[in-house]
């Protein structure tokens, strides 16, 4: 896909069929229209997360999707009593809201409503690895990772395609004993990321990101 029609895609909230304009318009959503996701919906995207790729196909994965108003609230205060007591988190985010940068300036003010009131979203999955036995058993190695963050983008994708916004993060580990709690987890299941979802109140649209020039290396790294 050129350039020239990256910057053409269209820039809006409409659900699309088409795997490259899903993405390419992919964006962190941490803005939420306060209607509900229907639970048919979150079911499909858990389904296409589902159909990634896992070591030995174990399909090492549950997935909680919370969609109770008392448990997101519960969940959305823990995080914003941790982010409360965070002096240098919210100091960083104050700064960064006056950024020159555009981006980083939006960016940064989507953190603060993600931190401070996380509840808003409709919707949060938890992914979590479940009788993890390939690659690795230890679930705290980056490989662990190879066997659950692929259906984790299967899920983000799925949920771009229906027109739902997420974002992915990894706040769970800063609540970990109070989300271990609320969710009533096992304690063989681990949490690897918190993602809100629901019908967004931000656009979709091309993103910025490194030219491929720069990533690229053919055949060797010089």
């Not at 963050?149 to 229906?162: C, G, T």
């Not at 931000?202 to 055949?219: H, M, Q, S, Y």
């Amino acid at each position: 896909m050129s350039n020239q029609t990256v910057r053409a895609l269209p820039v809006g909230r409409d659900p699309t069929n088409d795997i490259w304009q899903a993405m390419f318009t992919q964006r962190a959503i941490r803005y939420w229209q306060p209607e509900k996701v229907p639970r048919e919906l979150l079911e499909l995207v858990v389904e296409a997360a589902a159909k990634a790729p896992s070591g030995s196909n174990l399909q090492p994965w549950m997935f909680v999707v919370v969609d109770d108003d008392a448990q997101r609230n519960a969940i959305g205060a823990a995080l914003r009593r941790v982010y409360e007591a965070a002096e240098p988190l919210k100091n960083l985010i104050a700064a960064g809201e006056k950024s020159d940068d555009k981006t980083q300036r939006l960016m940064l003010k989507g953190a603060r409503a993600f931190f401070s009131q996380l509840e808003k979203a409709p919707a949060l999955i938890v992914p979590c690895l479940y009788h993890l036995a390939s690659p690795v058993t230890d679930t705290s190695t980056l490989l662990a990772g190879s066997s659950i963050y692929l259906a984790v983008q299967n899920l983000l994708l799925a949920a771009r395609a229906l027109g739902l916004g997420t974002v992915m993060t990894t706040a769970h580990n800063l609540i970990a004993p109070a989300l271990r709690d609320i969710l009533n987890l096992p304690g063989d299941a681990t949490p690897v990321a918190l993602i809100p979802i629901g019908f967004p109140d931000a656009n979709f649209g091309p993103t910025v990101r490194k030219d491929v020039t720069e990533i690229l290396r053919w055949n060797r790294w010089q």
